[in-house]
C-alpha cells in the first residue's frame, strides 16, 4: 500500500482522538500541523511574494522604486529592539491607512448601496400583489431598527426591533441548516477516505 | 515624531486608496497596483518576523523544560519544509509537494471535518425553544434541514419550494440589514482611521 | 449524565450513523435538478473535440466535498471527447487539479499534450483572468510541468476566450466571482461552477440574472451528475450519509427540547 | 434596459478593480480621471463622509450621546470577574478571516483593550492566539499600553500574544489545543470568524467556558448564535467597541452610522412606492 496513504490515515485518525478528549497524540499532530503549515506559508511567500514581484524585479528588472516596499518591510523588524520598536509602527500605519481607504467606498457600494437597492421591488405591478416584496421590506426596516442603537427599544421602535429579531432568528436558522449539509459532507469524505483507501473496505 | 509620522502615513495611503476607486486612469490604476504590491511584500516580511517570534517563544520553553517533544516536533516542521523547497523544489512530484499532499491537506481536511461533530452538538443544546425567538429559530432550521435532502421531494413537491422561499426573502431580507450595518460601521471606523481620530495601532509606549 | 458524556454519545452516533450508511448503497433513483441537468446537456451537445477550461479554485481541506464534483464533471469530459485545459487560481487547488486530470484520464486513455493539459497556477487571479482572454500563451508560457507552449500540439490552436466553450470553475469559496465577473461581463465567456454546498446559496444572485451558466453544487449535485454519466461514484456512495446525517441532526434537536421541556417541568415542580 | 444598465456596472467594476491586467483596453479613455459609474458611490461618501463630520463635531460641543443597551456588553465585566474569581485564564481570538486593515479587527482591538485593562487590573492571564503576523504586533501594543493604563505595566506578558500558523485549520487546531489545556474561564471570539467559528465555540464550550462572540461574517454568525452565551451581531460589534472604550469619537460614529439608517429608510419607502406607482422607473437602481 501507498506509504503517503498510511500516512494520512494514521494522521487522520490521530486528529479525530480530540473529539475524545485533549490528548498527547493529538497535541503532536497538532503541533506537526502548526509546523508544517507555516513552513509551508514561509515557502509560499517567499516564492510568490518575495522572489517574484520583490527581489526579482528589484535586483534583475532594474524597477529601484521596490526599495520603498523592502525598507519598510524590514522596519518590521525593529519589534525585536525595544528603543527601536516604534519604527513598526510606520509599515502597519500603511497597511492600515490603504485598507482604510479602499474600505470606505467599497464598503458603501457592496454593503450599502447594492443591498439598498436591491431590496426595492413594487408591490403591485401586471402580475399583481407581491408578497415577497412586502415581506423583504419588513424584514429590512425592522432589522434596521434593530441596529438602531442612539435609542432604547421602546414604543414603536420596541416593537419593530423586536419584529426585526424574528427575521434575525429566520436567518440564523436558515443558515445553520444550509450549512449542515456542507458540513457533513466533508466527514462523509474522511470516512470514504478512511474505508476506502485507508482500510480498503470497499473496493 | 514617533506618533505624527505613522498619522501621517497613514492618512496619505488611505486618501490615495480612497480617491484612486473612482478613477480609471491609469496613472491611478498603476498607483493602486503598486500600493497592492508593497502590501503584500510587506506582509511577507512581517510573516517573517511572526514566525521568528514564534520560534524564539518555543525555544524559551524548551530551554525551561516545558513540553519539549511537541515544540520540537513544531520547530522541526517550520524548517522541513523550506529545507524540502530548497532540495527538490516545489512543483509535482517534489518532496515538498508530496509533504503537503499526504501530510498536511490530510490533516486539514480532517480537523475541518471535526465540524460535523460539532454541528451536532450545537444543534443538540442551542436548538432549545425557550422563547419565542428560539422557537422561530428551531423552525426554520428543521424546515431547512429536511428541505436540504432527496427525502424532502418525496414528502413534497412543496417542501424544497417552501425552502427555496424562506432563504431567499424573509431570510435574505435580514441577511441585507445585517451587511448595510456593518458596512456603515466599516465605514466609520475606516473614516477614523484615516483622520487619525482612531489610534489603536498606535498604542503602547 | 455528565455534559461531556452526552457529547461522546452524540459523537459516536454520528461516527455510527456515518459509516454504517456509507456502507450501504442505497438508489435513490435517478435523481435530477434542473441545474445539474443543464450543465451536463451543455457539455453532452458539444461537438467532439471542443476545448473547455477546467479551473480548480479551492484548497485542500475542502477536497473531500470537491472530488466527486470534480471527478464526475472531468469522466463527462474525457467520455464526450472533449479537451479539457486545466489551470488553478489557489496554490492548493494546482497539484490536485493535475492528479484529478491524470486519473481521470487515464481512465480513458487520454494522452496528454494532444487530449489535455494542465498549465498550472497563476497568482493574482484577476490578472490572470483577464489576461487569457487576450492571450492564454501570454499568462502561460510554459505548462505546469514547465513544458514551453508552444511544444503543446492542443494549445497550438487555442489563442484565447474565443476558442474555449465554456469555464468550468471548481471552487469552495468566491473566486467563481471573478471568473464571472471578468471573464464573463468583459469577454462574453460563459462559466459554469462546481461548488461546495455552504456556497450555493452565495451564487444565487448570479444564476438568476444568467451571469452564471449553471451551478454543481456538493455531493448532492455531483451524486445527481454521476447518475446522468451513468457512473456511480462518491456523490451517489455518500448520498444515503447525507440524509441520514440531516435525519439524525434533526433527532438531536428534537431530544434535545425533550430534554429541556422535562428538565424545566421538574423544576417548576420543585418550586 | 435594466440588463444594459447593470452589465454597464459591471463592466465599471471592472474598469475600477482590475487594475494594471489590461492598461492598453483603456487606452482610448486615457483621459478619464473620474468614472462616471461610481457616482452613486461618491455621492454617497460624500453624504456619509459629512454626516460622520458633524456627529464628531457636535459630540465636541458637549452634548452626550447615549447608546441603548446591548445584550453582551455588561457580560465583558461578568466575564472578567469570572476568570478573576476561577483564577484562569481568559482567551482572546480576532478569527481567522480577518486582517488589520479591515474595519472589524479594529473595533475587536478596541474591546481587547478594556478587556486587557480590566484582565491587568485584576491580575488576569489574557491569551491571544492569532493567524496573522501584524495583527499579533498591534495586539501586543494594545494590551501593553492598556497595562500601563491599568497601572500594572509588570502585568503584560508579550509571550501570551502570539502567532500560530497562516493556515485556517492549523489556526483552529491550535486554538482548540489551547483552549483545552489552558482551560480558560471566558473565551472572547471578536473578529472576523470563517468556518473555524464552531470548532473553537463548541471546544470552548466543552471546558465550561463562558462565551462572547461577535462577528461580521453573516454565515458565522448563525453558528455562534446557537453555541455561544452572547454573540454582538454584526454592527453591535462596532457599536460595542465604542460603548465599552466610551470613546467620544465611537460613540458619535456611531449616532452618524443612525443617521444614515434614518436616510435609508425613507429611501426604501420612497423607492418603494415610486416602484409601485410606476414600475418602469429605475432611478433607485445601482
Redesign the interface.
Known amino acids: 500500500m501507498d506509504i ?2 498510511i ?3 494514521i ?2 485518525l490521530a ?2 482522538t ?5 490528548n498527547p497524540i ?25 522572489v ?3 527581489f526579482r524585479p528589484l535586483f534583475t528588472g532594474g524597477k529601484p ?2 526599495l ?3 525598507v ?3 522596519l ?2 525593529s ?2 529592539n525595544s528603543r527601536l520598536s ?1 519604527l ?39 402580475g399583481g400583489f407581491h408578497i ?2 412586502l ?7 425592522s ?2 431598527a ?8 421602546e414604543g414603536l421602535m420596541g416593537k419593530a426591533a423586536r419584529l ?30 478512511l ?1 476506502t483507501d485507508f482500510l480498503r ?2 473496493g | 515624531m ?1 506618533q505624527r ?3 501621517i ?11 484612486q ?2 478613477s480609471p486612469h491609469p496613472v491611478a490604476r498603476s498607483v493602486y497596483s ?2 497592492l ?13 511572526g ?4 520560534v524564539k517563544s518555543n525555544l524559551k520553553q524548551i530551554s525551561r523544560g516545558q513540553d519539549i ?3 520540537l ?10 529545507i524540502l ?1 530548497i532540495i527538490g523544489g ?1 512543483k509535482i512530484d517534489s518532496p ?1 509537494l ?7 491537506a ?12 460539532f ?1 451536532a452538538s450545537a ?1 443538540f443544546r442551542g436548538f432549545r425553544a425557550r422563547n ?3 422557537s ?10 429536511v428541505g ?2 432527496p427525502i424532502a421531494d418525496m414528502i413534497s413537491e412543496y417542501f424544497p419550494k417552501l425552502t427555496f ?20 460601521g ?2 466609520t ?3 477614523r ?2 483622520l487619525g481620530i482612531e489610534r489603536t ?2 498604542k503602547g509606549e | 449524565m455528565t455534559p ?1 458524556g452526552i457529547r ?1 454519545i452524540i ?1 459516536a452516533g ?1 461516527f455510527a450513523v ?2 454504517l450508511s ?2 450501504v448503497v442505497v438508489d435513490f433513483g435517478s435523481l435530477s435538478s434542473p441545474e445539474v441537468q443543464k450543465s451536463y446537456d451543455y457539455l453532452e451537445n458539444l461537438p467532439e473535440g471542443a476545448v473547455v477550461m477546467v479551473s480548480f479554485d479551492h484548497e485542500a ?5 470537491i ?1 466527486p464534483i470534480a471527478l464526475a464533471i472531468l469522466r463527462h469530459i474525457f467520455r464526450s471527447n472533449l479537451k479539457p485545459v486545466g489551470v488553478s487560481l489557489f ?1 492548493e487547488g494546482t497539484a490536485i487539479g493535475y492528479r484529478l486530470m491524470n486519473k481521470t484520464a487515464g481512465e480513458f486513455g487520454k494522452k496528454y499534450g494532444t487530449d489535455y493539459v494542465f498549465m498550472g497556477f497563476k ?1 493574482q487571479q484577476i490578472a490572470a483572468i483577464l489576461g487569457m482572454g487576450e492571450s492564454i500563451k501570454n499568462i502561460f508560457p510554459e505548462d505546469y510541468l514547465g513544458t514551453p507552449v508552444e511544444k503543446l500540439p492542443l494549445m497550438a490552436d487555442i489563442e484565447n476566450y474565443d476558442d474555449i466553450e465554456m469555464v468550468i470553475s471548481i471552487a469552495d469559496g468566491s473566486l467563481t466571482v471573478h471568473w464571472i465577473e471578468y471573464a464573463g461581463a468583459k469577454y462574453g465567456q460563459p462559466v459554469m461552477a462546481g461548488l ?6 452565495s451564487y444565487d444572485p448570479y444564476l438568476s440574472s444568467g451571469q452564471l451558466f449553471s451551478v454543481v453544487g ?3 449535485g455531483a451524486a445527481e451528475y454521476e447518475s446522468l454519466i451513468g457512473r456511480k461514484g ?1 456523490g451517489t ?2 448520498m444515503m ?2 440524509t441520514t ?2 435525519l439524525y ?1 434533526i433527532v438531536l434537536i428534537i431530544i434535545g427540547n425533550i430534554f429541556y421541556f422535562r428538565s424545566k417541568t421538574k423544576s417548576g415542580a420543585k418550586q | 434596459m435594466k440588463n444594459v444598465g447593470s452589465r454597464f456596472i459591471i463592466f465599471a467594476l471592472i474598469l475600477t478593480n482590475a487594475r494594471d491586467a489590461f492598461a492598453d483596453d483603456i487606452a482610448g479613455q486615457a483621459s478619464i480621471w473620474f468614472d462616471r459609474a ?1 457616482l ?3 455621492i ?2 460624500v453624504i ?2 459629512a454626516i460622520v463630520v458633524y456627529a464628531i463635531r457636535a459630540s465636541k460641543s458637549g452634548r452626550g ?6 445584550p453582551g456588553l455588561a457580560a465583558v465585566e461578568e466575564a472578567v470577574g469570572r476568570a478573576t474569581e476561577m483564577g484562569s485564564p481568559m482567551l482572546f481570538t480576532p478569527g481567522w478571516g480577518g ?5 472589524t479587527t ?1 473595533a475587536s482591538m478596541n474591546i481587547l483593550s478594556t478587556v486587557a485593562e480590566k484582565a491587568a487590573e485584576y491580575d488576569c492571564r489574557l491569551i491571544y492566539p492569532t493567524h496573522d503576523p ?1 495583527i499579533m ?2 495586539a501586543q501594543e494594545v494590551v501593553k499600553e492598556s497595562c500601563y493604563k491599568a497601572g500594572y505595566p509588570d502585568r503584560y506578558r508579550p509571550d501570551d500574544i502570539f502567532y ?4 485556517q ?2 489556526y483552529a ?2 486554538v ?2 489551547y483552549i ?2 489552558t482551560k480558560p474561564a471566558s473565551v472572547f471570539l471578536l473578529g472576523t470568524f470563517e468556518a473555524e467559528s464552531l470548532i473553537l465555540a463548541e471546544t470552548a464550550n466543552s471546558i465550561g467556558a463562558m462565551q462572547i462572540a461577535g462577528t461580521d461574517s ?2 458565522q ?3 455562534f ?2 453555541a455561544c452565551d452572547y454573540t454582538l ?4 460589534l462596532f ?1 460595542a467597541s465604542g460603548y465599552l472604550s466610551r470613546n467620544p469619537a465611537i460613540l458619535s460614529s ?2 452618524a ?2 443617521i444614515i ?1 434614518i436616510l ?2 425613507l ?3 420612497i ?2 412606492a415610486w ?2 406607482i410606476d ?1 418602469l422607473s429605475t432611478w ?3
Open positions: 503517503g496513504i500516512i494520512a490515515g494522521l487522520t486528529i479525530f480530540f473529539l475524545y478528549r485533549d493529538y497535541r503532536l499532530v497538532e503541533h506537526l500541523l502548526i509546523g508544517l503549515s507555516i513552513g509551508y506559508a514561509l515557502v509560499i511567500y517567499w516564492q510568490t511574494t518575495l517574484d514581484i520583490l522604486v521596490l520603498i516596499p523592502l519598510l518591510g524590514l518590521m523588524f519589534r525585536f516604534w513598526s509602527r510606520i509599515p502597519i500605519a500603511f497597511m492600515i491607512g490603504a485598507g482604510a481607504g479602499v474600505a470606505i467606498p467599497a464598503m458603501l457600494y457592496a454593503r450599502t448601496l447594492k443591498q439598498v437597492s436591491a431590496s426595492v421591488m413594487p408591490l403591485i405591478d401586471d415577497e416584496a415581506v423583504v421590506a419588513l424584514g429590512l426596516l432589522t434596521l434593530y441596529f438602531y442603537f442612539s435609542r432604547e427599544h426585526g429579531t424574528y427575521f434575525l432568528m429566520v436567518f440564523f436558522g436558515a443558515t445553520f441548516a444550509y450549512t449542515v449539509m456542507s458540513r457533513m459532507s466533508t466527514f462523509i469524505g474522511r470516512i470514504d477516505f474505508l473496505l470497499i | 514617533k509620522l505613522p498619522v502615513i497613514c492618512f496619505l495611503a488611505g486618501a490615495i486608496m480612497f480617491l476607486y473612482f503598486a500600493i504590491d508593497y502590501w503584500q511584500i510587506i506582509f511577507a516580511f512581517t510573516l517573517l518576523v514566525v521568528a517570534a514564534y517533544p511537541y515544540r516536533v513544531a520547530i522541526a516542521g517550520i524548517i522541513l519544509m523550506p523547497a516545489i515538498f508530496w509533504v503537503f499532499e499526504n501530510v498536511i490530510p490533516m486539514q481536511a480532517t480537523v475541518f471535518s471535526l465540524l460535523a461533530f454541528v444543534s419565542l425567538q428560539a422561530i429559530l428551531l423552525g426554520t432550521a428543521l424546515i431547512v434541514l436540504r435532502v422561499w424562506i432563504q431567499n426573502y424573509p431570510s435574505m431580507s435580514a441577511r441585507r440589514a445585517i451587511l448595510i450595518g456593518i458596512g456603515l466599516s465605514m471606523t475606516a473614516f482611521v484615516i495601532y498606535l | 461531556a461522546w459523537f454520528l456515518v459509516t456509507y456502507l481541506s475542502s477536497l473531500p466535498e472530488q496554490a497568482p461546495t454546498a455552504a456556497m450555493i446559496t456538493g455531493l448532492k462518491g456512495r455518500g450519509a447525507q446525517t440531516h441532526v | 461610481t452613486p458611490t461618491l454617497l461618501s456619509c463622509i450621546i447615549t447608546i441603548r443597551e446591548i486582517d488589520i486593515q479591515r474595519p479594529i501584524v504586533a498591534v500560530i500558523s497562516s493556515s485549520f492549523g487546531a491550535a482548540d489545543g483545552s489545556r453573516t454565515i454568525l448563525a453558528f448564535i446557537v451581531i454584526g454592527e453591535e457599536a456611531v449616532r452610522q443612525d439608517k435609508i429608510v429611501f426604501v419607502i423607492a418603494m416602484a409601485t414600475p433607485w437602481k445601482f
